[in-house]
């Protein structure tokens, strides 16, 4: 049998792939908020095309920054996990640091300036979600050649 020694620091690790679901709750009441201005009826996932109004065009933009967190969590997470085997204390401020700039990503995101521009202010969570593939994908290679 084969025992696996998971160092305590790992547990920073898992506190920053924990904050990832409480921001999509966040998200989740942020994008209800924004739906209630707009009065936009469920199951309707967006406000329709023809409306151009600010509210639904801000609900369109806070439900679409939601979309986007689902579409990134995941991958993160994963990498998280997978990286903070070998490195915890680097890969939970990567964690942090992701989860930090998807909050910003979904603030600027939801003002609804043209364009969605205010997105770019989280769009730092790129270079996190990287430098934990790459931890992660480092440490597949590391434990294949024995490192």
Known sequence: ?????????????????????FLNSYHSINTGNYRKKAKCPYPAAYAPADRTDEDAHRF????????NHIENQPSAVAALLLAGLRFPIASALMGAGWTVS????????????????????????????????????????ALLMGW
Not at 11 to 19: D, I, M, P, Q, R
Not at 60 to 67: D, K, L, W
Not at 129 to 139: E, I
Request: glycine residues 14%.
């Open 1 to 21: 049998m084969t025992t696996v020694t998971i160092d305590p620091a790992y547990g920073w690790v898992l506190l920053a792939a924990t904050s990832t679901f």
């Open 60 to 67: 369109n933009c806070a439900q679409r920054a939601h979309a």
């Open 102 to 141: 998807r909050y910003m990503y979904m603030v600027g995101y939801s003002k609804g300036g043209e364009g969605g521009k205010g997105r770019y202010k989280g769009i730092y969570f790129w270079f996190f979600q990287a430098g934990l593939a790459a931890l992660a994908s480092y440490n597949g290679v």
